[in-house]
């Protein structure tokens, strides 16, 4: 690799991206992938798809980073973030999907989400595990916990504010 | 609606982490074209979470990047067999047309090919087996006349 693309900034990297440049596919991935994996691990649970998460995710950035651009995040990571783990949650949602464990919240390690969402009262902690790392919407959430779906959602709101809280006083 | 209070309901928190709702994005989106100050904050909070997700960050295994590379590699070669630039590389399609084609057995190309080979040897036998048939179909018919004709013959001679 050269050396005057180890350094580049995320500005120059997305254009190099869209250019299609290998050396800054490469990068992307050296940059990225660690903080990524650590995410869809928490979300599957097991290494094999969370490797094949990964390509597939890399193999997407690749082909679509011009989306980037007109998807409203400020950094390449947070766009790759959502992606990450939208496509973790859709590998879940057709495993619960298939073996009817829809409400299993036992696949997810001791990360940092993890580590806050131990931190929110019962409902909230229900609410926000079901969503975040289950990719539930609303109202198959109500549904479950026999809710209405305006409750569910003042809960995960109720949930934001405490990330809000949490994030200002642990990683800011 | 109070800037303060939209801020520090969440939402921001929700659209990073991708929990918002369609129309909680989109009043997101309209909400930071008129306030800055919007953009300035969801800017804060995504760096937050990054830095979250990169302080604990696992390195996947040696042969995930290499799968990556691998496909940066196929991609590159597709692109330069595009442009003419490198006429070494040949693209297989592995996503051929499934609604014109099947796929099958290796072992049915054994099978077939021993199907061609034994339906050429026994067209082979029939043509061979037929042509000895006529052969002493004829003989056949032509003995009774020759029996005949020698009986004849000695009949005269006496």
Known sequence: ?172 | MDLKNYISSGIIESYVLGLATPDEERELEKMRRLFPEINTEIDAVERSVERLAFAEAVMPPMETRSRVVQRIEWNEGYNNTKTGSNTNFYNINLNGDHQNSITVHKWWRIAFVSLVVLSKIFLFLAILYYLKFKQIAEQAAQTPAKVEQQQVQQSSVR
């Open chain 1, 1 to 172: 690799m050269q050396q005057d693309n180890v350094h580049i900034n995320e500005h120059e990297l997305v254009n190099q991206l869209l250019a299609g440049q290998p050396l800054a596919q490469q990068l992307a991935y050296d940059k990225y992938a660690a903080a990524l994996y650590s995410l869809v691990l928490q979300i599957v649970g097991d290494t094999d798809t969370a490797n094949n998460i990964i390509v597939n995710l890399f193999s997407y950035l690749f082909t679509h980073v011009q989306e980037f651009q007109s998807s409203g995040y400020n950094t390449l990571f947070s766009w790759l973030y959502r992606k990450a783990r939208e496509l973790a949650v859709n590998h879940s949602l057709s495993i619960t999907s298939n073996s009817s464990q829809a409400t299993s919240l036992t696949r997810q390690n001791l990360g940092a989400i993890q580590r806050f969402a131990s931190t929110l009262n019962e409902a909230e902690q229900l609410v926000f595990k079901l969503s975040y790392f289950n990719g539930l919407p609303l109202s198959a959430i109500a549904k479950l916990m026999g809710k209405e779906e305006k409750e569910i959602d003042l809960i995960l709101k109720s949930a934001m504010i405490n990330f809000r809280k949490y994030i200002s006083t642990h990683w800011i």
